[in-house]
């Protein structure tokens, strides 16, 4: 399987993927470890990915996803962003609500 299917199949069949240096319990990079906080905070599982180890999503993640940095989370197929973003959404509590799927920002109409 080429390595952009395979990044594909991951983030469509994870519902909550961290793209990552090192691993929840042993992140690699203070920007990993705050993402890692904020997700264990909000409960929920999610699966993750150590680029580390896995060199070739690495180096072809930033060109699917078109964000060029680690970590990523990815939601519902759906990129929200790196630890900037994920540290402003936990604060403002929306995290949890995205990630859980009781977010109220969409209305079907």
Do not use: H
Not at 48 to 74: C, G, H, M
Not at 92 to 100: A, D, F, P, R, T
């Amino acid at each position: 399987m080429d390595i952009m299917d395979t990044i594909k199949e991951q983030v469509t069949t994870n519902k909550v993927i961290l793209y990552m240096k090192g691993s929840p319990n042993q992140p690699q990079c203070g920007f990993s470890a705050q993402v890692v906080q904020a997700l264990m905070a909000c409960g929920e599982r999610f699966a993750y990915v150590d680029v580390l180890s896995n060199p070739e999503i690495r180096a072809n993640l930033p060109k699917y996803a078109n964000w060029p940095t680690f970590p990523q989370l990815w939601v519902d197929g759906e990129l929200i962003g790196g630890c900037d973003i994920i540290n402003e959404m936990s604060a403002s509590g929306e995290l949890k609500g995205v990630i859980c799927g009781d977010s109220d920002e969409e209305v079907e109409g």
